[in-house]
């Protein structure tokens, strides 16, 4: 019983060890499963001695079948998982230096896709790149095309890497995206490349409902109004935007679209509920951006009705007129007033 336990604490010890290395170690060697890697001290001391440190225990290292010291170098041979750790050299002074190293899972058949997206081709704004696995406890992402640093900080899981495309001129340079991630035993380097312009995806577009007009008794023209995100590129006549604005029919809650290229207002007919508007770019047909959120068209019916039952009188009185005026000169006068509420 007095064994189980034993085995059991070492084991859990050694499962939160493993799941520890949630960064990259600041020293690091890599090498392939079943291949050799040379470990060299950095030191002037003709010699040293060697210690591996893996879940909290640290052994002096013997020559072995799996591990040769020479000079100021170890050799592990036949890399296994249980060789995986933090290698410590020392000489009578003390600690000299010291290397983690990690298992080379790069070649290995996983499919580790990041996924990124910018919201114009200025580099104004950071590309934003995603990239996460269960595999694995550290990530971190550079733009090597650029020499540009590594970020290994996300905010809300999403990498915000610099750029030097210019958006006035033809990019002619795929980006060269390099991924690291390491877990306690692993490391994995992978490579995504792609053209700027490929990977646009704009930001919402800011919307406004400029006018709700009476067009008849069953119908209402909108007239809405499209901003391009604040982090789209200017004049916006040079970066014209495509908008799809999505639509849903008061009475029956059928959803309909409509397209538009020309302009930021659009005019739509009939009674309807809510809308919502995308944009992508025009030239480039790029990603559509997210949808913005739905925005609600006012109705004049229920919006007097409501205030109808509200406690104050004169405020009763005036709906009241409005009322009577509806009743008695229908549709086009209306329809004026109503577009200036
Ligand atoms: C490896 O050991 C050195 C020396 O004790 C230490 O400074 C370093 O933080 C260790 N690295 C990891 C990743 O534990
Ligand atoms: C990339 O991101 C988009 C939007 O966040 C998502 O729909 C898609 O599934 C992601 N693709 C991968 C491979 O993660």
Redesign the pocket.
């Known amino acids: 019983m007095g064994y189980l336990m034993r085995f059991i604490v070492l084991f859990c010890l050694s499962i939160t060890r493993m799941s520890a290395l949630n960064f990259f170690p600041d020293k690091f060697e890599i090498g392939e499963k079943h291949t050799s890697v040379t470990l060299t001290c950095k030191t002037n001391k003709d010699s040293v001695t060697w210690k591996h440190e893996d879940a909290d225990i640290t052994v002096e290292i013997v020559e072995s079948d799996f591990e040769k010291v020479s000079g100021r170098s170890l050799t592990v041979i036949d890399l296994q998982e249980d060789q995986i750790g933090n290698y410590t050299c020392w000489s009578d002074k003390g600690l000299e230096d010291y290397t983690y190293l990690l298992l080379d899972k790069s070649k290995e058949d996983t499919v580790f896709?990041i996924?990124c997206?910018a919201e114009t081709l200025s580099c104004t704004e950071h590309i934003k790149c995603?990239w996460t696995s269960d595999e694995f406890t550290a990530f971190r992402l550079r733009n090597t095309r650029d020499n540009g640093n590594w970020v290994s900080q996300p905010v809300d899981g999403v990498f915000f890497l610099p750029h030097s495309t210019n958006s006035y001129s033809e990019e002619s340079e795929r980006l060269l995206i390099t991924g690291e991630a390491v877990s306690s035993c692993c490391y994995l380097k992978t490579d995504y490349s792609f053209y700027l312009r490929d990977i646009v995806k704009p930001a919402n577009p800011d919307i406004s409902i400029c006018t709700v007009k009476n067009g008849g008794s069953d119908k209402q023209i909108i007239e809405l109004e499209v901003m391009p995100p604040s982090s789209w590129p200017q004049p916006h006549s040079f970066f014209p935007l495509k908008h799809q604005v999505e639509y849903q029919i008061r009475h029956n809650g059928e959803l309909k679209t409509e397209e538009w290229e020309e302009g930021s207002k659009i005019k739509v007919e009939g009674h309807i509920r809510k809308l919502r508007v995308r944009s992508r770019d025009m030239l480039l047909l790029s990603q559509w951006s997210e949808w913005t959120s739905w925005k609600k068209v006012p109705d004049r019916e229920t919006r007097t009705r409501t205030k109808e039952r509200g406690k104050e009188k004169k405020r009763q009185k005036e709906q009241q007129e409005i009322r009577n005026k509806k009743k008695n000169h229908k549709k086009p006068g209306m329809g004026k007033k109503r577009g200036n509420f």
């Open positions: 896709n996924n997206t995603a």
